[in-house]
């Protein structure tokens, strides 16, 4: 039962290294989120995907990238990483549309530190 | 704009306790209502929902009810315990463009001692 699955589960950056953060599911939902969660504070939402080559921006988007060339996989790219950027991401997905439908199924987040 | 406003903790109580953890929001449609619980180390899973006025979610004894009149949905459970510490959020969901927008609330974190 793997679900979504987020690689790495850790990582420390200097400031202005590249990484991508790996995120994978294997439901087969075409909908995929990055929220990233800073301390004491609620999930803003980086960038979603409605499906395979579609990806828009959420409320955060500066300084990430993403692409979405298969239904399972939506890596997050930061660029020239900044100590704003320290946080604890959270990949998701959901099967359905719309806003009465409901579950998003979350991995388990990877905590990246940029010093 | 659509908002959600949710109790500030840290909130402790002892074991068997009644928890009540508060949650508004501002909406300009009907949103889908939801709480999540993220328990240590690991991501958020779904605890409850529901998805119009006066409709009850429930799940492990936990209990929300869709006020629209009082744009509410609190989370409630009549006797906690332990395996219950956790972080909970409110979390109104909102369509854009066919996918699912959730608003979280700051969680509240949650402590039960025996």
């Known amino acids: 039962n793997a679900g979504v699955t987020q690689t790495p589960k850790f990582r420390i950056l200097k400031i202005g290294q590249s990484m991508t953060l790996q995120c994978t599911q294997d439901m087969n939902h075409n909908y995929m989120y990055w929220y990233r969660q800073d301390p004491g504070m609620g999930l803003k939402l980086i960038y979603y995907?409605?499906?395979?080559?579609?990806?828009d921006k959420g409320e955060v988007p500066n300084g990430y990238n993403v692409s979405r060339s298969t239904t399972e996989d939506f890596p997050l790219r930061l660029e020239l990483a900044a100590p704003s950027q320290t946080s604890v991401y959270f990949c998701?997905?959901?099967?359905?549309?719309?806003?009465?439908?409901?579950?998003?199924?979350f991995g388990e987040g990877s905590r990246l530190t940029v010093l | 704009g659509n908002s959600v406003t949710q109790m500030e903790g840290p909130v402790t109580l002892s074991e068997e306790a009644f928890l009540t953890i508060n949650c508004t929001y501002t909406?300009?449609?009907?949103?889908?209502l939801f709480w999540y619980v993220q328990y240590p180390g690991e991501g958020l899973q779904l605890l409850l929902k529901a998805t119009k006025a006066d409709d009850k979610g429930s799940n492990k004894g936990f209990e929300a009810t869709y006020r629209k009149e009082t744009t509410s949905f609190h989370l409630e459970k009549g006797s906690v315990q332990v395996s219950d510490s956790a972080v909970y959020f409110c979390?109104?969901?909102?369509?854009?463009?066919?996918?699912?927008?959730?608003?979280f609330g700051q969680g509240t974190r949650l402590t039960i001692n025996p």
């Open positions: 979390a109104p969901t909102f369509g854009i463009q066919g996918a699912q927008k959730l608003v």
């Open positions: 909406a300009t449609g009907y949103p889908s």
């Open positions: 995907s409605v499906g395979a080559g579609i990806t």
């Open positions: 998701a997905s959901s099967l359905l549309a719309g806003g009465h439908t409901g579950e998003l199924f």
